[in-house]
């Protein structure tokens, strides 16, 4: 099993910088993959980012180039760096670890944690 704990997140003005943390406890394995959901308020919650063992990232078009993603395997945490926030980055932001054994994709999820954006 494994429990996701984040930190950060707040309220910050538009065009300003936020970075969110999630440390892993539990086993890691080279295989699972990292990665930062979001939900904002009355939608559903989408994958924004997402880092594998090796250091592979993805991102959603609408935060490619102003968020970054990373991991330090050693200590099993994940971070998001958000910069140039703008009013529709807020929502809740979930980080989770995605494992596949045997084909089967499972999510294992954080609290959550509100970012909110003012104009």
């Known amino acids: 099993q494994v429990q996701l704990v984040e930190s950060g997140g707040g309220l910050v003005q538009a065009g300003g910088s936020l970075r969110l943390s999630c440390a892993a406890s539990?086993?890691?394995?080279?295989?699972?993959?990292m990665a930062w959901y979001r939900q904002p308020p009355g939608k559903t919650r989408d994958l924004l980012s997402s880092i594998t063992y090796g250091g592979k990232t993805w991102y959603e078009s609408d935060v490619n180039g102003r968020f970054t993603i990373s991991r330090d395997n050693a200590k099993s945490t994940v971070s998001l760096q958000m910069n140039n926030l703008k009013p529709e980055d807020t929502a809740v932001y979930y980080c989770?670890?995605?494992?596949?054994?045997?084909?089967?994709?499972?999510?294992?999820w954080g609290q959550g944690t509100q970012v909110t954006v003012s104009s």
């Open positions: 539990g086993r890691v394995f080279s295989t699972d993959v």
């Open positions: 989770s670890l995605i494992r596949e054994p045997s084909g089967v994709t499972f999510n294992f």
